[in-house]
């Protein structure tokens, strides 16, 4: 095991920065992830640390050895690929021995290594198939344990899950953290699946254009995004963001008024909320809900509606950069609410949210304005 580190590190192809400037520590025995959505560099600063790319500039360490110069082989790392890359000819066995046998490893020691991995990841009895004889979870597991034998420093897993179907995504994200508590091996994980890194992650990286957006605990995260991208990219259904006005201590998003956190500074913002934190209200400070769309998930109903103001994107909806506001008469809103309450498209419904869970955010930069309490 090792503490990874990059500093100041960047990838440009051509005129593109793939990666700019990323400073990161990954303490030993740390599970970090790398989120972001498609083309956000996450892939590239995995591939920058296995050394299958070269890095423009910056240092990356592993331990306490500068590896910018070192060849893949030689960085005591075992990366998990998206696609298994199993080698359809060898027996399972002979995909997990492999890698050692190439190393020279005493053939006893290769037996002890992959009698043990077998045994960790429930593949004593699939020895001798081949990767055609098994399924997508078992082929999964035999990638991993490929990269367990080597006793690395080092995981570094790219989209391992992302070919698995829903079901089985579920039940091989639980073994991964099973298996990290128990070995505690340091191990970096790229997704563009929030649910991934929420759940699988002592730490998570949120990426954009190259740049990392926030750096915190899922849970932080979550809770208080850094900025308008964060805010609508972390969280199913996403934040939902209405254009507001701040003005003698209140704020006015469309027909909702509630009074404005202390410190906050008269104008123009983004105001943002939860689904999960509208309810249902009969008087108070509240606004008008108007039904579109309804998703019964069993647990929960998801209800998305429109209500009078205009939608404020984050910038998270598509891979190119958006307009920060997007005009019009009405916004979209979101809400979650208990599975008794299924109503009709077309209804209007009368729902709230309580001031402490509002969060505000710069309309021209992005960034997350913090109340002065």
């Known amino acids: 095991m090792a503490e990874v580190t990059l500093d100041h590190v960047s990838k440009r192809f051509q005129e593109v920065d793939a990666v700019d400037d990323l400073s990161l520590t990954i303490a030993d025995g740390e599970f970090l992830i ?3 959505p498609s083309g956000c560099g996450k892939t590239t600063a995995l591939r920058l640390i ?4 070269k890095g423009t500039a910056g240092t990356i360490r592993i331990g306490d050895r500068i590896v910018n110069d070192v060849t893949p082989r030689d960085r005591d790392i075992a990366m ?3 696609n298994y890359a199993l080698y359809p000819h060898m027996s399972v066995y002979k995909n997990l021995a492999f890698g050692l046998k190439e190393r020279k490893t005493p053939k006893p020691e290769i037996e002890r290594r992959v009698r043990e991995v077998g045994e960790m990841l429930g593949l004593k009895d699939l020895m001798k198939r081949r990767p055609a004889q098994l399924s997508g979870g078992q082929r999964q597991r035999v990638a991993m344990g490929r990269a367990l034998v080597r006793e690395p420093s080092a995981f570094l897993m790219d989209e391992p899950l992302s070919n698995l179907d829903a079901k089985l995504r579920v039940q091989m994200r639980a073994e991964l953290k099973r298996l990290h508590q128990r070995l505690g091996i340091t191990t970096i994980y790229v997704t563009h699946d929030q649910v991934e890194a929420m759940t699988l992650g002592d730490r998570i990286v949120v990426m954009a254009n190259g740049k990392v957006q926030q750096i915190g605990r899922p849970q932080d995260v979550y809770g208080s995004p850094a900025n308008l991208f964060v805010a609508g990219f972390i969280g199913s259904p996403p934040m939902n963001l209405i254009r507001a006005s701040v003005m003698d201590g209140y704020v006015q998003a469309g027909t909702l008024r509630l009074p404005a956190p202390p410190g906050t500074a008269t104008g123009e913002v983004a105001l943002g909320f939860r689904p999960e934190d509208l309810q249902l209200v009969e008087d108070g400070p509240s ?3 108007v039904v579109d769309v309804v998703e019964p998930l069993g647990n929960l109903v998801v209800v998305h509606g429109s209500t009078e103001g205009t939608q404020v994107e984050s910038g998270a ?9 997007v005009g019009g008469a009405r916004a979209s809103v979101t809400a979650v609410f208990a599975p008794e309450l299924e109503p009709a498209p077309g209804v209007s419904l009368r ?4 001031p402490e869970r509002v969060l505000f955010f710069d309309l021209r930069t992005g960034a997350a304005i913090r109340s002065s309490r």
């Open 34 to 36: 790398l989120v972001g």
């Open 351 to 354: 729902v709230s949210v309580a």
């Open 287 to 289: 606004f008008e809900l």
């Open 317 to 325: 909806e598509e891979e190119e950069e958006l307009p920060m506001v």
């Open 80 to 82: 998990v690929f998206q």
């Open 50 to 53: 296995a050394g299958l790319e």
